[in-house]
């Protein structure tokens, strides 16, 4: 499957990412809320794959003005094997290496003590400890960090690619990694971007983390985009119950109302378009 190559560009994703939910930002803030929590309070990282894919089904029926509500969240739960697979192959690697990082922060914060004491004679300046725990501290937070970065490099096109292309989990890893290749500055710009964005959302008492975190998939979804133009596969987004003609999706059924493709609501979450 060919993806465009160097065709990410993190600015026009914040652009892009938030003409797509501002006509609709509370509710895309309220899913985005209860699906993090769902994500986080489940254990094993066993919801983390559904309620990822339920974001997305939701912000593409956004972008094609296909309605939504807020149990469109749950239809990610059509993806729940495959996107379970793909969860527990970043996620477990991801948990052990930062289980590794923060052995090794505890050791070198007693190494560094350790050493400044033997060549101290027992009793180091206080200035020279801090200095040298900031030093490890900080080379060990930035390690931290990076590997959280590389992974959501990697795996930042798997869940799009599940709900979209409708691809196994381990189909959509290997594509979204060759697509990290192909796009490794611009997606490297953008998650950078993303993180920037997560760190001052998060300076007062993570308040407002909830508040960017649509924007943040949004950024995602914008981004796939440009690297995966449409391919009018949509309709599988949508049930075949949900009022409409899908022979003739320009017509609706009998109990459907169409409107123009670009009309919003303001007072409902359920899309006509």
């Known amino acids: 499957m060919d993806f465009n190559r160097r065709a990410v560009r993190p ?31 489940v254990p094993f990282g066993i919801m983390i794959g559904p309620m990822a894919c ?45 289980f590794v990082w923060y052995v090794l922060t505890i050791a070198g914060t007693v190494g560094t003590l350790i050493a400044l004491e033997q060549a101290q004679g027992g009793q180091p300046d206080p200035g020279t400890v801090l200095l040298s725990l900031a030093g490890v501290l900080g080379a060990i937070t930035f390690g931290i960090i990076a590997t959280l970065m590389l992974v959501e490099m990697l795996f930042l096109f798997t869940y799009p690619l599940i709900v979209d292309r409708e691809l196994s989990g381990i189909e959509a890893i290997l594509l979204s990694v060759r697509a990290l290749f192909g796009n490794f500055w611009g997606v490297l710009g953008l998650v950078l971007l993303i993180t920037l964005i997560s760190l001052i959302a998060a300076l007062p008492c993570y308040i407002g983390l909830p508040f960017v975190a649509p924007l943040e998939f949004a950024m995602v979804a914008a981004a796939y985009r440009q690297v995966f133009p449409s391919e009018d596969r949509m309709e599988s987004l949508r049930p075949e119950s949900d009022g409409w003609d899908n022979d003739h999706p320009d017509a609706p059924a009998e109990t459907g109302i169409r409107t123009e493709p670009k009309t919003r609501r303001s007072d409902s979450h359920v899309k006509e378009g």
Do not use: N
């Open 11 to 41: 600015i026009d994703c914040l652009g892009e990412g938030w003409q797509l939910i501002k006509d609709d930002y509370w509710f895309f803030v309220a899913i985005s809320f209860v699906a993090g929590l769902i994500m986080y309070f």
């Open 54 to 98: 339920g974001v997305h089904v939701c912000l593409f029926r956004q972008e094609i003005g296909r309605r939504y509500s807020f149990e469109t969240l749950f239809d990610g739960f059509q993806y729940f094997g495959q996107s379970l697979i793909a969860t527990m192959i970043w996620y477990w690697p991801m948990l052990f290496l930062l």
